[in-house]
């Protein structure tokens, strides 16, 4: 039991028994427990009136904040006599006229007050409605809970709910131990404390709190690198760096790899791993890159490469390529170059076909021969070789005859051009060779139509006829023989057919004192004895002295024939 001075006028002695909350409780000089709020409230609420008592205490007890007067020989005891602490801090000098008296003892500007910033240490010269003098007031909106024992506050332990009596980020500093002795991880900048660089302040600027992913705390890059490696800020909030993720903790960015399923753009890949793109959430190889085993590199494919599935696999790597097997293969016609990755189209001459298809696909009309792509006979190759190129009558390009008739019927080749073989003429485009016939005016030479059409001959004006005592038939390829009974404009037309033979009337007849034979084609000299005239001269014109009687020639009266026929002697 302690002696506790109660007023100016006497001594009470009262057992202090109650354990009053001192958080929420004012303990009265009775031991009774009222509410702190009701403190000062100009109503005697413990009924010994020492929640309404003035300061000071009379000597020699020492003035409590909350009313109290202890003796002063427990005044820095060790102990609380006074129930809200203020016995065991050390007194300070009385601050000037136009000070601050802080709740600790010190003293600031009047300046300072609610300047928004913790100048006293004990944030009291920032709180509008303080607790008592003597208390310290934390942070709260509950006012309720506000209010605690001064020597609480930096004491190593937490009271207030918004940790304020432990110190805050903001609070007026000397140097970065004053910061970091009471919140960690913060540091003294232009005399105040604040949070270290990655770090970021609570709501109650009790902690300095490691920055994450997806915290929407930033102002620089620097507030999210310095906490998450690879990491920025836009708009206020931390985010990995285009091509990196967040681990579940959001504490870690890693490299995106190849087949990890958190993308949502091709970007998102591109930059971790080039030549790869987002397809389903999920990082891809671009087509014609194949993956590496460490899934962070997307590789160009090269011919021979067992990495495929699809033609798309190679074709987007290397042009004119496809899968083959597996296997990444030049298509057809073309050859592998340049280290594996090119296919180059074959070209005439190249030594590197196995097959004809090889040559065929890459230039048509060519084929392999014995490893060496060639065109086709009757072909000849373009001056850059990539071409073969079917030749025509009057191409300069043949070296024998098969050169030109493999590509030309009825050609050959004459002094290293393609010429159309003797009794034919070039046709349209001088692609074919046509046969002449009679009445085409294309010869230069007989042979020109002779060597095509027999009995003929090619005239002054260029054009083939058929030879005199020949007639054109069957649509102008043959020239026959006249027979008696064909037509005729001339003589010759008729006696170069038919010996003994004339045209007369249009027509081939035999002359006077012939007969036809029966196939038509001779004319027979009469004899004595022939039943074929018809008139004194078809026997006169045969026989001299012989007449026709009866339709049979005799000889005239007075003459004989010599035995065959041919001749009527005189009788003696």
Known sequence: MRIVPYSAFCLCIFPVTSQCNNVTEYTCVNGKCIPLEKVNNTVNDCLDNSDEV?????????????????????????QDDCHDGTDEVPAGKACRNGSFSCLNGYCRRLSWLLDGSDDCGDKSDEVKNPCRVGAYTCGDDDSRYRCKPMVWAQDGHVDCVDQSDEGIIGDRCVDDFDCSTTVANSNCTHDQCMCDSGYYRNDNFT???????????????S?????????EC????????????YTDDRSTCYLRRIYDNTCIDDIDCSAAVANSNCTGHTCYC?????????RQECVLRRIGDATCQLDTDCSYAVANSSCQNGVCRCISGYQVSDNNTLCVRRKIYDVTCDVDID???????????EGTCLCWDGYHVSEDNITCTRRKIWDATCRSD???????????????????????????????????????ATCTLTTDCSDAVNNSY??????????????????????KLRIIGDTCRVNTDCFDAVEDSLCRDSRCVCRSGYYRYEDMTQCIRRRIGDATCALEADCADAVAYSNCTKGICWCLPGYYENGNGTICIKSK
Request: proline residues 6%; charged residues 15%; contains cysteine.
């Open 54 to 78: 003035p300061f000071p205490c009379k000597s020699p007890g020492f003035s409590c904040l909350n009313g109290r007067c202890p003796p002063n020989q427990w005044y820095l005891d060790g």
């Open 207 to 221: 902690m300095c709190v490691l920055r994450k992913i997806l915290d929407p705390t930033c102002l620089l890059d």
């Open 223 to 231: 507030d999210c690198s310095d906490a998450v490696t690879y990491s």
């Open 234 to 245: 836009d708009n206020v909030t931390c985010f990995c760096w285009t091509g990196f993720h």
């Open 286 to 294: 671009l087509p014609g890159y194949h993956v590496m085993s460490d």
């Open 359 to 369: 040559c065929y696909d890459a230039v048509l009309n060519s084929y392999c021969f």
């Open 402 to 440: 098969l050169d030109c008739y493999a590509a030309v019927a009825n050609s050959n080749c004459t002094e290293v051009t393609c010429m159309c073989d003797s009794g034919y003429h070039p046709g349209s485009g001088n692609e074919t060779c046509t046969k002449r016939r009679i009445g085409d």
């Open 458 to 479: 090619c005239n002054v004006n260029n054009t083939c006829l058929c030879l005199s005592g020949h007639k054109v038939t069957q649509n102008r390829t043959v020239c």
